[in-house]
Structures are given as C-alpha cells and as structure tokens.
C-alpha cells in the first residue's frame, strides 16, 4: 500500500482511493469509446472494471518501477466520481513518473483534470520526491494537452504513428516538468 497522505483535497474536488462503491460510475466513463480511444486499448466491460477497481483499491507499494497510484477524482460538495489521476513510477533510481488522468466526458471542460493534476503533481514532486514528472497524450487529445500547459509541463516529444489502436495508428506527445521547474513556478 502506498504511504502517501489521501485523500488530498483542491477547491472544488476530493482525491481519494478507489472504493467497491466506485463501480458504477467507473464504468460509466470507462466503458466509452471516446475515453478507451486516447487510452489506446477498447471500452472497459463491467467485469473488467470490476477486477481494475480491486486492483486499484489495494493499492501498490511506491518503490519499484511500474508501481502507480490511482486515485478516484471526486467533486467537493456531493462526492461525485469524476474520473481518476494515475502516477506511475516510471524509474525508480531517476525519480521519474508519469501522470496520466481520464474522466467521465459528463463532467468535462470544467477544469476538474488540471485542478486534480496540479494536486498530483504537487504530491509528486513533494512527498514522493520525483525529480521529473511526464505525460504521454495522443495528439488528437486537445484537452489533455491544455492540461499539461496548465501545469506548466514542456512539450518534448512528438512521437509519429508509434502505437497501433485498432486499426488506427496513434501519434503521441510527450510533456514534462523537472522538480526545479515546479518549485519556481509554485514560489
């Protein structure tokens, strides 16, 4: 299990760990093609939903590469799940993590994945002490890319046709943001 300090609270919204109760609504978003498209893999069945929701509320350590930690995106006010922010320890020896988000398109252009991710990322780069946070985004993904701008993260990379999605070949983005950037701009 993670030691990391949740739930974290913003203005407006509640980060806090996956419970049972989260089925529903989880895979109310997850089961979208319009959510699956930018994940690069197909719609989330019930059952496959429930098995990510158990895995997500045991929660893993945070020391090895690949460990993440997902938290369920909830609105302040009446606990509505919203979506969810993963970091996942990408290299241990460097620090290095990736943050990725996904949200229920009902809840969408409210600001609520920049609000969730800047508490994330402030988690990353404080109690969990990551020197250089990253996302990877298709490109098509408008909103994700505002996200990352929001953040403050530099676009690094922009990676043609490497991944396959069905039959469609996906571009991707890569964006990033050093410890020293954050803290600077967080002064």
């Known amino acids: 299990m993670t030691t990391t300090r949740l739930p ?10 996956f419970t049972p ?22 719609p ?7 098995r990510s929701l158990a ?3 045991a929660g893993t350590a945070w020391a090895e590469d690949g460990d993440d930690l997902v938290v369920a995106v909830c609105r302040a ?6 979506g969810e922010i993963v970091l996942k320890l990408a290299s241990a020896r460097a620090r290095q993590a990736e943050i990725g988000w996904a949200l229920d398109p009902a809840h ?21 002490a990551v020197h250089r946070l990253f996302a990877r985004l ?4 408008t909103g994700s890319v505002r996200v990352c701008e929001r953040l403050g993260m530099r676009r690094e990379a922009h990676l043609v046709d490497n991944d396959l999605d ?22």
């Open 166 to 187: 069905g039959d469609r070949w996906g571009s991707e983005y890569v964006y990033a943001l050093l410890a020293r950037e954050w803290r600077a701009a967080t002064a």
């Open 108 to 128: 969408g252009g409210r600001g609520y994945a920049a609000e969730a991710a800047r508490a994330v990322a402030a988690l990353a780069f404080g109690e969990l």
């Open 55 to 57: 895995r997500r509320a």
């Open 8 to 17: 974290l609270t913003t203005e407006r919204l509640v980060l806090r760990p």
């Open 77 to 82: 006010g009446d606990g509505v799940l919203v």
């Open 21 to 42: 109760d989260d089925l529903d609504a989880l895979h109310a978003y997850q089961r979208l093609p319009e959510v699956a498209r930018y994940l690069y893999r197909p």
């Open 138 to 141: 298709d490109v098509l993904n």
């Open 44 to 50: 989330l069945t019930r059952e496959q939903c429930e």
